[in-house]
């Protein structure tokens, strides 16, 4: 698969594995990969940083051990040549076998060499015999063989020390022929232990230096003298072995590559057991033929890479969770603001829906009140109206109750002319009683019109004797009922005040008993029963009437106290008689209802007491004074 095609495919897969993580998922990913890369970007820099650090000291140290070796060697390089002219070993040469010379020789050597601080001087043949010398010490067994290569100086090994020690060759003529050579010899062994010394000091720095055999002939680590610097194979190391450079042991192969970098340094690990990782570096000495090099322990760089990379591991967690907290911020703050914006939008809204509202609700008030307004003089007008609808009913039955006992006073009084010319004044009298009465009855009747008819709001409510009012009622209807033959039973308490209006009461009752009347033209039985009930212990007073009528469906029941609604024929209902009534009575703080009986109907309202009058109680309802007719039979009274 190609790369693009491959990358194609792979998208969909990181998004769908990123989807499935979620967003905290995500972060917390986020966050282990920038934890990975801070602990590996902190560990190479660190490494890279400390490795640069240590190789640039190593280089400054390398630079301070070769100064200070070639600064020790060089320190003596022109004793040998001024050697080369002193008299006393002049004359030595020119008389090897005398005894003398060669003990005023030795004398002078081993006074120079106490002087120059140097470890043996002395003069020997050409061939390496020596004929004076600052020490009773025998010559390096490698003497010969530099003499022959004419080498100017030379290493070897101490036999008896272990040391190395550095000899500097001088040859003397005489007469133009080498006569003899002078040697100085240097013990090392000081040296290399200031290198000990400081190898400690600088924490692991070890330092080495290796002839042109790459034999180690000085080190800081005593184990290592004499080793191999790279590798040596067994026919070389049986050569080196055989040398008279060095002592009879060759120490282990050192491994270490056979060319070093000066400047970075390169990581090398010594093949000896519990070798740890170290920076290797040389310089080369050339006039000496030697190399020294320098190893430091890289551990010390390897944990400060550790800690830094767990540093970094740490600031990769930290900028992970910053990244988190950040987003987490950004996220809650678009919400807040998106949250804001909502409830801005919904306050703009609801100012809005409020104000629609207010402004509705302010034209429906308006309305309200103008509907009142008009409901009120409606109603104002509608009661004046079945007032006079009333009246108009009463009409008929007051001309005849007007006419009849006008045409009954006219006869009397024509009789008592009559009587009075024949002298009979006891019946003029009583003739005059009678018409009093006549007058006195139809004047009541015509008051009762007349308070009838004044509008209502016009009173004003009172106690009222509730039997008058009744009775009152009565009287206005009289004509119809007195046409119909109607048995009335009044069971009233005489004295019963009632917290009312006189007229309005009045008006309820006359409504109630006009339609009892209405109820029963056709039935053949005629009752109407008026009663007062107590109520909450004498309290209120529960006023039923109830009639023998044709009654009310159950169906139309609901619908009485609808206004305009009348079973009766148009122009003898209005269907406002039993509204009117209601809103009167609720007026007086009651409530008027009907009820269906077995036969006929009964409507009862309830009233304030004012007080039950002489009889007092309401047990002691007074009965049968007021009675015109039988009472109702016992079913109605179970109701
Ligand atoms: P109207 O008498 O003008 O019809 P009402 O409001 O007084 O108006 O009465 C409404 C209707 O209630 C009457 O048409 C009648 O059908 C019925 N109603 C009222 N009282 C009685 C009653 N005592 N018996 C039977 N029906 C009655």
Redesign the pocket.
Known sequence: MDVPSFLTRLRPRALRALRLLGRPGFHLFLTGILMVLGFVLAHRLSERSGREQLSALSTERLELYASNLAAELGRHASLPSLLAIDPTLQALLQAPDDEAARRAASRMLARVNVRAGTHQIFLATPQGEVLAASEALSPPARLAEALAQGRVHFFAADPGTGSTDFYLLHPVRQAGQPAGVIVVRFNLAPLEATWVDLGLRSQGERILVADDQDVVIMSSVQAWKYAVLDHADPSRRRALQASARYPQAIGPDLELPASLEVQQGQQVRLPLPGAKPMLAQQRQIVPLGLRLVALSDLSEVRQRAQYAAWGGAAFGASAGLLVLYLASRRRALRQLTQAQAALRQTHAQLEQLVDSRTKELRQTNEALKTQIAQRLKTEGELLQASKLAVLGQMSAGLSHEVNQPLTALRALARNSIRLLDSGRHDAVSANLQIMDDMVERMSRITSQLKSFARKADEQVAGAVVLLDCVRNALLLLEHRSRALDLQTDIDIPQGLRVRAEANRLEQVLV?LFG??I??MQQQPERRLRVRAIALDGGQRVLVQVQ?S????DAERLPH?FEPF????PAGE???????ISAKIVHEFGGTLRADRLPR??S?AFDLAVDGWGVDGAPAAAAQGNTRSGPALSQEDANV
């Open positions: 409504n339609n009892a209405d109820a009639d009528g044709a009654g009310v009485l609604f009348t079973t009766k209902g209005l269907g406002l008689g039993l509204v006929g109907m409507f």
